[in-house]
């Protein structure tokens, strides 16, 4: 958290590194699994791997921005929400990030990024239209901070691994049984299926645990930054309360990108708490209450 004014977490730094250690020792058990049934065939295996990472930890968020609709806007064209972000990596003693906005009637932000300079923050234009301006700058002070804690990185990774997963069991089954029964004989093959879920699951689970903390974090650092707690619980409780108006389509469109998002899509009540990549409105806004009450009120 050095070169920034916002709040340190040690907790989000402590988790994050547990997180990435785990999932990155998952995957070399995989792989060597993979490598271990494949016999000759490992090279292509690593090959896989390698390019895969290199394509996601280069191109991760033009692959986000590009998925979710972000556009790039210059200050001519949006001269507000330019000048909050201005505002804002001023108080934050941080890079100025890209600024985007999302052609979206969802209420939505987002940040991705490897890193402080690379990075991209981006307002759907139902967000732009439904918020005051002290309510974009709460939602922005905690986009923001995902940047500054370099979360988006750590989450964009550690999510793509889930998806390295299948592509490599397909190869692997590919590669094993496109050579008829020379590789059929291998029982070792008829575990690679099953290692597959394991690892996805096991990795999902990882992932969501980091997600729903790390959004507490943003929030509480958010708002410590702006010294207003009660304009990010304003903009939480509007944005909740229309995510309900939008037609379940667009919601369902968006949820894939739920992680990404100040707030899911679809909060899924028929869902455990287990699987959500956010922490419930509840429990955020009663962190910020707190937070506001340790303010003396004035936030």
Known sequence: MAHTR??????????????MFLIGLLYVIFVGVLIVALGKAWPLIVLLVGGLFIVQFWFSDKIAAFSMGAKEVTPEQAPELHGAVDR????AD???PRVAIADSDVPNAFATGRGRRNSLVCATTGLLRRLEPEELEGVLAHELSHV???DVAVMTIASFLGVMAGLITRMA?????AGGGRNNNNPMLLLIPLISALVYVISFLLTRLLSRYRELSADRAGALLTGRPSALASALTKVSGQMARIPTRDLRRAEPFNAFYFAPALSGKSFSSLFSSHPTLEQRLDQLGRLSAQLGGRG
């Open 6 to 19: 916002y709040a340190p977490d040690r907790g989000l730094t402590g988790r994050m590194v547990t997180t």
């Open 148 to 150: 500054a804690h370099r």
């Open 88 to 91: 804002l990596c001023a108080l």
């Open 173 to 177: 089954l590919w590669t094993g049984f």
């Open 94 to 96: 941080m890079p100025k």
